[in-house]
T-cell receptor, first 112, second 115 residues
Framework: QKEVEQDPGPLSVPEGAIVSLNCTYSNSAFQYFMWYRQYSRKGPELLMYTYSSGNKEDGRFTAQVDKSSKYISLFIRDSQPSDSATYLCAMTGTAAGNKLTFGGGTRVLVKP | GAVVSQHPSRVICKSGTSVKIECRSLDFQATTMFWYRQFPKKSLMLMATSNEGSKATYEQGVEKDKFLINHASLTLSTLTVTSAHPEDSSFYIC???????????FGPGTRLTVT
């Protein structure tokens, strides 16, 4: 079993819909959670960074962390074709020495 | 967020030659940099952790004599792929973190093709 599980997709939604992404993990020591967006042939771009459980909102993006269930989510409201990309969750903890453990990524396609 | 550059963005080299990839942190001093490689449609695989002024720490299975890392300053780390072979063809990406933070910022990546 992988340490971080993420559905590879592809997830296809119509423009304007809410995109819902999630990851599950097994290591209870993870405390810091990140979501990255990666366009084809580009480096990952940090979208959201959260510490411990709770919600965080930034524009059209909302990140949720439920440590009791070992489950994190990213919601994208009013999705645009430019949101079409691969979304990677990543996480780490103080014992990991800043090393990130990544999910496999979910490919998202927003159709106009 | 941090601004990270990589040079070159893509490189083609012949088998047996060496290639150097530069990673620069443009807007803060990065005490730690990471090097990853990524295969098509796959997630990132950590190769090594680079700390300024000390030897890099390599992940299990990564040959340190083949992938030479030099973190000579707080804004520059280099990855040299020595005696490159076609199986070294990949997308290489660096990332930086600022001291005391867990947020990692990635460079745009370097696509290496070995013929």
């Amino acid at each position: 079993q992988k340490e971080v599980e993420q559905d590879p997709g592809p997830l296809s939604v119509p423009e304007g819909a809410i995109v819902s992404l999630n990851c599950t993990y097994s290591n209870s020591a993870f405390q810091y959670f990140m979501w990255y967006r990666q366009y084809s042939r580009k480096g990952p771009e940090l979208l959201m960074y959260t510490y411990s459980s709770g919600n965080k909102e930034d524009g059209r993006f909302t990140a949720q962390v439920d440590k009791s269930s070992k489950y994190i989510s990213l919601f994208i409201r009013d999705s645009q074709p430019s949101d079409s990309a691969t979304y990677l969750c990543a996480m780490t903890g103080t014992a990991a020495g800043n090393k990130l453990t990544f999910g496999g990524g979910t490919r998202v396609l927003v159709k106009p | 967020g941090a601004v990270v550059s990589q040079h070159p963005s893509r490189v083609i080299c012949k088998s047996g030659t060496s290639v150097k990839i530069e990673c620069r942190s443009l807007d803060f001093q990065a005490t730690t940099m990471f090097w990853y490689r990524q295969f098509p449609k796959k997630s990132l695989m950590l190769m090594a952790t680079s700390n300024e002024g000390s030897k890099a720490t390599y992940e299990q299975g990564v040959e340190k004599d083949k992938f030479l890392i030099n973190h000579a300053s707080l804004t520059l780390s280099t990855l040299t792929v020595t005696s490159a072979h076609p199986e070294d063809s990949s997308f290489y990406i660096c990332s930086v973190i600022q001291g005391g933070s867990y947020e990692q910022y990635f460079g745009p990546g370097t696509r290496l093709t070995v013929t």
